[in-house]
């Protein structure tokens, strides 16, 4: 009985183009990832710009959040649950919708905007951040925590 060679099994002339489709795939998904990150820091960046605060900060990770939460009165370091596995980034998530809720009272939105949030963020941040909305920071039930991330109004700084 003559059995095929073992090389002849794995070398059906297909392995380079799986390779090569393996790279695509792979370049194609960093540079979706990319993308998503600027316009959503962008667009973070314009939410911070109506309230106040330095537009680069949307553009660090985890600082980004940090200062997201401390704008939302929740405490910054909450930020860094997400790094925990399992239940880390719901317990962030959870606090990411906390502060957003407290946010968008602060600019005038009422309570529902939070499930837009939470189902697309990035829609939330460019409704927020480019609506005629005016930062008001009284209105929200647990104040910013003010200091070097957020800055107090000017009606406090006088």
């Known amino acids: 009985m003559d059995y095929p060679d ?16 393996v790279v695509f795939i792979v370049m194609l998904s960093l540079l979706m990832a990319a993308v998503w990150y600027a316009v959503t ?3 973070l960046g314009r939410v911070f710009k109506k309230a106040g605060i330095d537009q680069w900060k949307a553009w660090v990770p985890f600082y980004n959040s940090w200062v997201f939460l401390e704008l939302g009165g929740q405490q910054g370091w909450l930020a860094l649950l997400v790094l925990i596995p399992g239940v880390g980034g719901i317990v962030t998530l959870v606090f990411l919708c906390i502060a957003a809720y407290n946010i968008g009272l602060a600019f005038g939105k009422s309570g529902g905007w939070v499930v837009l949030y939470l189902l697309l963020s990035w829609v939330w941040y460019a409704i927020v951040g480019f609506d005629s909305s005016r930062w008001e920071p009284w209105r929200q039930p647990a104040k910013p925590l003010y200091g070097a991330n957020v800055p107090p109004p000017p009606e406090a700084a006088v």
């Open 41 to 43: 820091s962008w667009l």
């Open 6 to 21: 073992v090389n002849d099994l794995y070398n059906d002339g297909f392995g380079g183009l799986a390779v090569l489709a």
